[in-house]
Every structure is written in C-alpha cells, then in structure tokens.
C-alpha cells in the first residue's frame, strides 16, 4: 500500500499554498461529489478563499457536462459493445448475484436486464452513487452539488473559471479499465456490499468532520478494495497532469483548486507535489 504524506493533527479540508514565485495565495480544496453546495458555508475559511481569488479551477468545466455533445459522447461511451454485454461477462452465479444487489438499491424497479447493455463500471458507479447517497442531503438538487456551486460562486462573482482536465480525459481514467476487469470489480462490489456502505459512512463521517486524515485512512484502506494500480490511475497519474497547468496559474494569479479529497493526500497527492516544488502548503485553521 502507498503510504500518505504527513498530514498534521489539524488538517482539514480547505489548505493556503504560498511561497515560491506565487503570485498571491492561491487554496486548494477538497470535495466530495455527493455534497451539496449548502456545505461550503460549513467550510471554515471557503467563502473568503472563493472571494478573495482571481480563478477557480474544478476537475473539469462543470458547464461543459450540461451541453448536449457531451451528454451524447457519454452515454455513447456508457454502452458496451454488443459482443460483450455483462450477460456475456458474468457467469450465472454472479449474474444472480449482482442483480440481487441492484434489485435492492433499485427499490425492487429495475434488475440488471435492464442495464445489461450498459458497461460494468458504469452499473458499479450507479450503485455506490445509490449506497452513499443516504448518508449525504436528501432530495439531493443536482444542479447544485458542491463541485459546480463553487464554480457557479465564483462565475457570480467574475472569476476566471476552468477545469484541469477534459471530460474525455476524465471519463477514459475513471472508466478506462478492461471490461473484464470491469466485471469482476462489480462482482465484488456487489459480494462485499454492506462493507463498502460501511466505507461510505466512514468517509461521510470523515468528510463531515472536516478531519483529512481520516479521509486519507478510508481512501487508502486495501479493505475497501483500493489497490496501487487503482490509485495510480484515477489518482496519481492525474494529479501530475494537473500539475503543469497549475503551476503555470500560480505565478500570474491565485486560484482555489476544488477537486476530490482524495486528490489531496498521499504521495502523489497535490499537496505533496506542490510542496515537492517548493510551495508552502498548509490548512488553515480551523476555529476553535
């Protein structure tokens, strides 16, 4: 397992970066994609970091999701081909199995017939989506969650808004794995579904406690399934894309960078890389 970086005591979510050739303080900030935007007044600090700003810079564009050719492009690539439908990459075990699974999170509406055309991954993404979401806001409005409030905050306010990476980008590394491999992450999502809940009520809890440290615990915890092939992919590999773009920004602005917690932590974690660069990175503090 990939140890974390050093995260003191009161680590939190919300970090100023400073020093080096930074322009003026620049912050970065950790979501979580199932909160609401109702949370950023809960932030200690996120309200005068979104202000005070020349630029906010999200994973990706949130106003580039709600076009048309993107929403296309996507469930375009949400198809499996038709040679290799899930019907045709379970066995009849398992097929039994994960049905059972959906059939529950479904609310007994829809089994897995229904989205057999679908790839695995995107049934896997749906169903922690569904196991999480009761431990987040009800009557979630998903035209405000975290991630896009902020950008939408600060476009309100004037700022340049932009995301580090493409749709296309982000889609091929979330969703980019093999079919089989696909299949069988589902198979044991599915086998190990009342501890990946337990997971999602640790990272709620974590998130909601504004406590990194226990975020980073949950994230890196091989319980859950999280593998260094994993991290390296959906993590790692794009933190260091990220980083060019970044470190181009910070010399001719400041920027808050609102992207997953899990970004944030461990080796390759933004914090690391920027205090690898010669950045001074660290929390601001909480109230007491």
């Given at each position: ?182 299949a069988q992450d589902l198979v044991d999502f599915c ?98």
């Open positions: 397992m990939i140890a974390g970086c050093a995260i003191s005591a009161s680590a939190q979510l919300l970090w100023k970066v400073s020093g080096k050739d930074c322009y003026k303080p620049s912050y970065l900030f950790g979501t979580i994609h199932l909160e609401t935007g109702n949370y950023i007044d809960s932030v200690p600090g996120l309200n005068e970091a979104i202000e005070s700003v020349d630029a906010i810079y999200g994973e990706i564009f949130c106003e580039t999701m709600l076009s048309g050719n993107t929403l296309s492009q996507i469930m375009k690539d949400a198809a499996a081909p038709q040679d290799s439908t899930i019907d045709k990459l379970l066995t009849k075990e398992e097929y039994q199995l994960v049905d059972s699974v959906v059939r529950v999170y479904m609310m007994g509406l829809i089994g897995l017939d229904n989205l057999a055309k679908l790839k695995p991954v995107i049934v896997s993404t749906q169903l922690n989506v569904l196991q999480m979401k009761k431990y987040f806001p009800q009557n979630m409005d998903q035209s405000n969650m975290l991630d896009m409030a902020i950008q939408k905050r600060g476009i309100a306010l004037g700022k340049h808004v932009d995301g580090l990476e493409t749709v296309e980008a982000q889609t091929k590394a979330l969703f980019g794995a093999s079919l089989t491999k696909q086998r190990k579904d009342k501890t990946f809940a337990e997971r999602g009520k640790q990272l709620c809890d974590a998130y909601h406690a504004q406590d990194i440290a226990a975020i980073e615990k949950v994230v890196f915890d091989p319980e859950f399934g999280t593998d260094d092939e994993e991290i390296e992919i959906i993590g790692y590999e794009r933190n260091r894309n990220w980083m060019p773009k970044i470190e181009a920004t910070l010399p001719v602005q400041s920027v808050l960078i609102a992207v997953g917690a899990a970004h944030l932590l461990g080796e390759q974690g933004l914090i690391k890389l920027l205090r690898d660069k010669g950045y001074t990175v660290e929390p601001v503090e909480m109230s007491k």
